[in-house]
C-alpha cells in the first residue's frame, strides 16, 4: 500500500459515528448518505460494528468479514460487554486488513459506523488508537457523537450525558460534534424545563441544580452534582447540534459543523455554501420536516431570528 510505494495517499474526509446504544447511529449513517449522495458526495459506509447485523444500507467495508460477535462469545465464553471489547482489540490488531478495504477507494468521503458500548470510547484504547492509525493514513475525520434527545428533559440524566460527552472527547482526541438526535420525538418525553438553547450550548447548569433538587431523591446529592456540573463547565468543550435526520435544515446544520471541524469546507472540491447545499439537495429523496416548530416552542422572542441568521450565513 501507501507504505510499500512511499506515495502519500490523498485527504480523505469523514465521520465516525459513535454514542451510546439506541442513539441512532445506524439510521444517521442511512440518513447522512443519502443527503451527501444528493449533494453529489461519493459515499462510503464502514460498518465498525461486529455486532451489527442486516444493515439498512450497503457497506462497502464490514468488519463483520474480519470477526463477529457471536462468534466471539460462542468460541471464548464471553458475554456481549467483553466479546465486544475483544473484537475491537481483534480489530486493532489487524489493520493491515482495514487499511486493504479502505484503500480500494479513492476520492470518497467516509461514514464509520461505530460500536455502541460507552466503554470504548471512554476507558478502553483499542478504538482510540484505531482512528489515531486512520489519521496516520491521511484520514480527516470529525466525531460525530450521538445523544437521544429525551435526555434532556430529565435534569440527572443531562448531567449524566454532559459527563459522558466531556470524557469521550477528551478520550478519543478526534474534531467533537455533539448531537441532539430525534428532536422530532422529544416532545413525547414532556415539555422541557429550559428552552432548547440552554440545553444545546450548555448554559449555566446552576440552574439545572435547582430544578434537580427539587426531586427529594436528588437533593442529598446536591453537593456531587454540583462538583460534576463544575467540573463540565470548567473545561467549557461541551455543547450540541439538535438533529432531526428527516429534516434537511437539520441535516444541512450537523453537516457545516462536521465540514468545519474536519477541514472539509476549506477544499476546493464542491462549492459550499448554504444556498449551494440547500438547492443540491433538492433531488434528495427525503421527508423534509421542520425542527424549527420544536425549537420555536423553546425559544424566547429575542431568539426568533435564527431562520434569518441561518440564511445570512
Same mark, same amino acid.
Given at each position: 500500500?501507501?507504505?510499500?510505494?512511499?506515495?502519500?495517499?490523498?485527504?480523505?474526509?469523514?465521520?465516525?459515528?459513535?454514542?451510546?446504544? !439506541?442513539?441512532?447511529?445506524?439510521?444517521?449513517?442511512?440518513?447522512?448518505?443519502?443527503?451527501?449522495?444528493?449533494?453529489?458526495?461519493?459515499?462510503?459506509?464502514?460498518?465498525?460494528?461486529?455486532?451489527?447485523?442486516?444493515?439498512?444500507?450497503?457497506?462497502?467495508?464490514?468488519?463483520?468479514?474480519?470477526?463477529?460477535?457471536?462468534?466471539?462469545?460462542?468460541?471464548?465464553?464471553?458475554?456481549?460487554?467483553? !466479546?465486544?471489547?475483544?473484537?475491537?482489540?481483534?480489530?486493532?490488531?489487524?489493520?493491515?486488513?482495514?487499511?486493504?478495504?479502505?484503500?480500494?477507494?479513492?476520492?470518497?468521503?467516509?461514514?464509520?459506523?461505530?460500536?455502541?458500548?460507552?466503554?470504548?470510547?471512554?476507558?478502553?484504547?483499542?478504538?482510540?488508537?484505531?482512528?489515531?492509525?486512520?489519521?496516520?493514513?491521511?484520514?480527516?475525520?470529525?466525531?460525530?457523537?450521538?445523544?437521544?434527545?429525551?435526555?434532556?428533559?430529565?435534569?440527572?440524566?443531562?448531567?449524566?450525558?454532559?459527563?459522558?460527552?466531556?470524557?469521550?472527547?477528551?478520550?478519543?482526541?478526534?474534531?467533537?460534534?455533539?448531537?441532539?438526535?430525534?428532536?422530532?420525538?422529544?416532545?413525547?418525553?414532556?415539555?422541557?424545563?429550559?428552552?432548547?438553547?440552554?440545553?444545546?450550548?450548555?448554559?449555566?447548569?446552576?440552574?439545572?441544580?435547582?430544578?434537580?433538587?427539587?426531586?427529594?431523591?436528588?437533593?442529598?446529592?446536591?453537593?456531587?452534582?454540583?462538583?460534576?456540573?463544575?467540573?463540565?463547565?470548567?473545561?467549557?468543550?461541551?455543547?450540541?447540534?439538535?438533529?432531526?435526520?428527516?429534516?434537511?435544515?437539520?441535516?444541512?446544520?450537523?453537516?457545516?459543523?462536521?465540514?468545519?471541524?474536519?477541514?472539509?469546507?476549506?477544499?476546493?472540491?464542491?462549492?459550499?455554501?448554504?444556498?449551494?447545499?440547500?438547492?443540491?439537495?433538492? !433531488?434528495?429523496?427525503?421527508?423534509?420536516?421542520?425542527?424549527?416548530?420544536?425549537?420555536?416552542?423553546?425559544?424566547?422572542?429575542?431568539?426568533?431570528?435564527?431562520?434569518?441568521?441561518?440564511?445570512?450565513?
Amino acid at each position: 500500500m501507501s507504505a510499500q510505494t512511499g506515495v502519500q495517499p490523498s485527504l480523505r474526509f469523514g465521520q465516525v459515528v459513535i454514542g451510546p446504544p !439506541g442513539s441512532g447511529k445506524t439510521t444517521y449513517c442511512q440518513g447522512m448518505r443519502e443527503f451527501l449522495t444528493g449533494l453529489g458526495r461519493k459515499v462510503v459506509v464502514v460498518n465498525m460494528d461486529p455486532a451489527n447485523e442486516g444493515t439498512p444500507y450497503s457497506c462497502a467495508v464490514d468488519i463483520g468479514e474480519l470477526v463477529t460477535l457471536d462468534d466471539v462469545m460462542e468460541n471464548l465464553k464471553l458475554g456481549p460487554n467483553g !466479546g465486544l471489547l475483544y473484537c475491537m482489540e481483534y480489530v486493532e490488531a489487524n489493520l493491515d486488513w482495514l487499511e486493504s478495504k479502505l484503500a480500494q477507494f479513492s476520492d470518497c468521503y467516509f461514514l464509520f459506523d461505530c460500536p455502541g458500548q460507552v466503554e470504548l470510547y471512554t476507558h478502553q484504547s483499542s478504538v482510540k488508537n484505531i482512528f489515531s492509525q486512520l489519521a496516520k493514513w491521511n484520514f480527516r475525520l470529525t466525531a460525530v457523537h450521538l445523544v437521544d434527545s429525551h435526555y434532556c428533559a430529565d435534569p440527572a440524566k443531562f448531567i449524566s450525558v454532559l459527563c459522558t460527552s466531556l470524557s469521550t472527547m477528551l478520550h478519543v482526541e478526534l474534531p467533537h460534534v455533539n448531537v441532539l438526535s430525534k428532536m422530532d420525538l422529544i416532545e413525547q418525553y414532556g415539555r422541557l424545563a429550559f428552552n432548547l438553547d440552554f440545553y444545546t450550548e450548555v448554559m449555566d447548569l446552576s440552574y439545572l441544580l435547582d430544578h434537580l433538587a427539587a426531586d427529594p431523591f436528588f437533593k442529598k446529592f446536591r453537593h456531587l452534582n454540583e462538583k460534576l456540573a463544575e467540573v463540565v463547565q470548567d473545561y467549557s468543550l461541551v455543547s450540541f447540534v439538535p438533529l432531526n435526520v428527516q429534516d434537511k435544515d437539520s441535516m444541512v446544520q450537523v453537516l457545516r459543523a462536521v465540514d468545519k471541524a474536519n477541514g472539509y469546507c476549506f477544499g476546493d472540491l464542491e462549492e459550499r455554501n448554504l444556498q449551494a447545499m440547500m438547492s443540491a439537495a433538492v !433531488g434528495a429523496d427525503f421527508q423534509f420536516s421542520s425542527t424549527l416548530g420544536v425549537q420555536e416552542r423553546y425559544v424566547d422572542t429575542s431568539r426568533k431570528t435564527v431562520e434569518e441568521e441561518m440564511m445570512e450565513l
